[in-house]
Nanobody, 121 residues
Framework: QVQLVESGGGLVQAGGSLRLSCAAS????????MGWYRQAPGKQRELVAT???????NYEDSVKGRFTISRDNAKNAIYLQMNSLKPEDTAVYYC???????????????WGQGTQVTVSS
């Protein structure tokens, strides 16, 4: 059974920092892109940042220059360093991974359970 386990959320004041972690565990044949998404109350889930196995990154415009995504391929893990946090960053943050299972020829999306990030003003 595949799991994406997230950690690192919490409550922080505006201007502060948090670091999220996510690790994929279980049996799978490969991992492609991994990333972070977030969903604020009453809003749709949106992309925050993604990273390829070769560490090519992509960021949502509002987090560029403040958030940094990184990856440890040996640990099947990604991280999100969030600096200069703003109240509008408040959301549940979800880890995503595109995994290739032994039972399927295609990569499919898997999601973590989500971790709450709350930024107070």
């Amino acid at each position: 059974q595949v799991q994406l386990v997230e950690s690192g959320g919490g409550l922080v004041q505006a201007g502060g920092s948090l670091r999220l972690s996510c690790a994929a565990s279980g049996s799978f044949a490969g991992i492609s892109s991994m990333g972070w998404y977030r969903q604020a109350p009453g809003k749709q889930r949106e992309l925050v940042a993604t990273i390829t196995p070769g560490s090519r990154t992509n960021y949502e415009d509002s987090v560029k220059g403040r958030f940094t995504i990184s990856r440890d391929n040996a640990k099947n893990a990604i991280y999100l360093q969030m600096n200069s946090l703003k109240p509008e960053d408040t959301a549940v943050y979800y880890c995503n991974a595109r995994l290739l299972m032994y039972s399927s020829p295609n990569y499919n999306d898997y999601w973590g359970q989500g971790t709450q990030v709350t930024v107070s003003s």
